[in-house]
């Protein structure tokens, strides 16, 4: 059974501070994707990464891909409060079928 | 843009109920997927679909069943709603390519009395 772990899984930081999310997973796969979803609403495509050694940024988050340690992380620059939510990761198996993370509960407080 | 709708952002039903929850996509995509989501439990893949009539379970897809008739449309429905069904509901559309990026609807939060 394929599994994908987050840690942490509840995340307080103060705005200004940096920190890495961990995206773990236990069988082979090159796409690994990252979502955010707001309280009470639907998962927001961040990042799709898709092969060894990719790194994407979109402002103050960076994403990364290791596919020999099967790992993913999710580097937050400079929290503002604003990107308080729930990330979760994703990896795609035979293309089509995707297992989730738990997801990581991100509050930055002022 | 992708547009994914569902029909019910919030639906309450009784124990034994019939349920259909339905999901629209705009973009032509040959994928489409049904995820239940639960508090500490992540997202869970109920059933999908690659094209028209066609169906795969995903991994919990007991309680539940769908119908794809066209292309654009996949229903989940609950044959006998219980409440250890009460969840947020999303659906989700992908397209064959280099990503198989999916993109996710508002999501129906369905309780079950």
């Known amino acids: 059974e394929l599994k994908v772990e987050q840690n942490p899984l509840f995340l307080s930081m103060q705005e200004g501070k940096n920190y890495t999310i961990y995206c773990n997973y236990s069988t082979t796969s090159d796409r690994l994707y990252w979502y955010r979803q707001d309280p009470g609403k639907s998962l927001e495509s961040l990042f799709v990464l898709l092969s060894n050694g990719a790194v994407k940024q979109e402002g103050r988050l960076m994403a990364s891909l290791d596919t020999k340690a099967r790992l993913s992380t999710l580097h937050i620059t400079a929290a503002v409060h604003d990107l308080s939510a729930t990330y979760f990761c994703?990896?795609?198996?035979?293309?089509?079928?995707?297992?989730f993370g738990t997801g990581t509960s991100l509050t930055v407080i002022p | 843009d992708v547009k994914v709708t569902q029909s019910s952002r919030y639906l309450v039903k009784r124990t034994g109920e019939k349920v259909f929850l339905e999901c629209v996509q705009d973009?032509?995509?040959?994928?489409m997927f049904w995820y239940r989501q639960d508090p500490g439990l992540g997202l869970r893949l109920i059933y999908f679909?690659?094209?028209?009539?066609?169906?795969e379970k995903g991994d919990i897809p007991e309680g539940y069943s769908v119908s794809r008739e066209k292309k654009e449309r996949f229903s989940l429905i609950l044959e006998s709603a219980s409440t250890n069904q009460t969840s947020m509901y999303l659906c989700?559309?992908?397209?064959?390519?280099?990503?198989?990026?999916?993109?996710f609807g508002p999501g129906t939060r369905l309780t079950v009395t």
């Open positions: 989700a559309s992908s397209f064959y390519g280099e990503t198989y990026e999916q993109y």
């Open positions: 679909s690659y094209d028209v009539k066609m169906k």
């Open positions: 973009m032509d995509h040959e994928n």
């Open positions: 994703a990896v795609s198996v035979a293309g089509n079928q995707f297992y």
